[in-house]
């Protein structure tokens, strides 16, 4: 009830108290007792609205109190960084902080007393996210007791967050639903971080075994190689063989090269050199193979040279295998292009694209993992090779891939190398 309620019926029932006692006081109190009447009508109305003003001030400080509580519990959760709702016995929501708003696009929406299956409908994108928070809520009720689990969230622009959700069911005392309490807590980065770790432990572990593994094949391979070519030397009749042995055994010389690559600590020397050499360079190594899959490659470089410190070498290795990987995917009479461009004035990003067959979601989970391949006669290890090469220049490497759509590999580079520091390097699939 309004203030202007309250002063309206105040005014009222004091008209209505005056104009009656005044009536019993004319009609039915004899004169004696006038007098007494009065005064006790005087006291009884200064009593009672006296008791009345009372009451509306205790229950203004229980308000002011409650909205002061209200307050800070609502400052609370919206400083949080986790997704926190409540519900009702009816799962209708009461309370939810910002995060959770912002999450589901539900910032301008009056949620006060609706249940997820009415909130679905003011957003196109979370409504199937919010209906399953529903059944997932009926789950936790019928259960009885604290749930926890993780739930996975999609986001517009196509990625996904991971939340660590724990619903407390909450009950009154004949054991009818009272309200559900839930908490989500998002560990995206927390499960990206666990799977780079378990990405370096995987080359942490293929270094050690390559470093042994290279030199003890390396040793006998040279040995091969050399009485193939004397071999190759004396005997015109078998020439044929003599090739095929040999272009084996390069091929083992290969897979060795990558797994030493491997092996080796990363403590590399840096130099200055314009990133439009080598990709020049890269890219006239491999015209010819790529005329063989009757591929053409463009190339879309600044005009100015971009000077960038890194090792040369390494570099030129990874855009072999970034480009060697599009041509041999790309379907006859496709295009390849590699673009360079300086997103920051100490950033650069590189981009090889094709439109070849595409990586499934599957595969591009596993794009990078050692010995990993889609290729009959692959190794899995270019692709490795490739990540650390970006790892040890501070970059970052991103793959976009659609089966039957094309591959797009994102690379960007620092054009300056700290060396002073130990940093994190991330790659990344999309």
């Not at 019993?24 to 006296?50: A, C, D, M």
């Not at 780079?196 to 040279?222: D, F």
């Amino acid at each position: 009830m309004n203030k202007t309620k309250l002063v309206f019926l105040y005014l009222i029932t004091s008209l209505i108290w005056i104009y009656a006692s005044n009536y019993v006081l004319t009609h039915y109190i004899s004169s004696p007792f006038v007098n007494y009447f009065e005064r006790g009508k005087e006291i009884f109305y200064i009593l009672v609205t006296g008791g009345i003003f009372y009451f509306f001030i205790l229950k203004k400080e229980e308000l002011d109190s409650t909205k002061e509580q209200e307050k800070r519990l609502s400052t609370l959760i919206n400083s949080m960084v986790d997704f926190v709702n409540f519900k009702d016995g009816e799962g209708r929501w009461i309370k939810a902080n910002d995060f959770g708003l912002k999450l589901f696009q539900l910032e301008d929406v009056d949620y006060f007393g609706k249940k997820d299956s009415e909130l679905a409908e003011y957003t196109d994108f979370y409504s199937d996210a919010l209906r399953y928070c529903e059944v997932s809520d009926e789950e936790t009720w019928n259960k009885g007791i604290i749930t926890r689990c993780e739930e996975v969230v999609p986001r517009p622009d196509g990625t996904e967050k991971i939340f660590d959700t724990i619903k407390v069911p909450l009950f009154h005392e004949d054991g009818t639903r009272e309200g559900l309490v839930i908490i989500g807590r998002d560990i995206t980065t927390l499960r990206q971080t666990e799977e780079r770790l378990n990405r370096t432990e995987k080359l942490s572990v293929v270094g050690e075994l390559s470093a042994s593994v290279a030199h003890e094949i390396r040793n006998p391979l040279t040995s091969l190689k050399g009485f193939v070519q004397l071999l190759q030397m004396e005997d015109d009749k078998h020439q044929d063989y003599y090739q095929i042995m040999l272009d084996e055994l390069n091929r083992i010389n290969h897979i060795v090269s990558e797994l030493l690559l491997l092996a080796k600590p990363q403590h590399l020397k840096y130099s200055k050199l314009a990133i439009q050499r080598i990709l020049n360079d890269v890219i006239s190594l491999l015209a010819a193979e790529a005329s063989l899959y009757n591929v053409q490659i463009e190339s879309k470089f600044p005009k100015e040279d971009i000077i960038l410190e890194c090792e040369p070498n390494q570099l030129k290795q990874l855009f072999i295998n970034l480009i060697k990987n599009s041509i041999e995917a790309s379907n006859n009479d496709s295009k390849i292009s590699v673009s360079l461009d300086k997103i920051e004035p100490d950033k650069i990003a590189i981009t090889v694209k094709d439109d070849g067959c595409g990586i499934s979601k599957e595969r591009l989970q596993k794009i990078g993992e050692p010995f990993y391949s889609s290729k009959e006669k692959g190794t899995g290890l270019g692709l490795t090779v490739s990540y650390k090469i970006v790892q040890s220049h501070n970059g970052h490497i991103n793959f976009d891939s659609e089966l039957g759509c094309g591959t797009t590999v994102n690379i960007t580079l620092p054009v300056l190398q700290d060396t002073s520091q130990n940093k994190t390097h991330l790659v990344e699939i999309a």
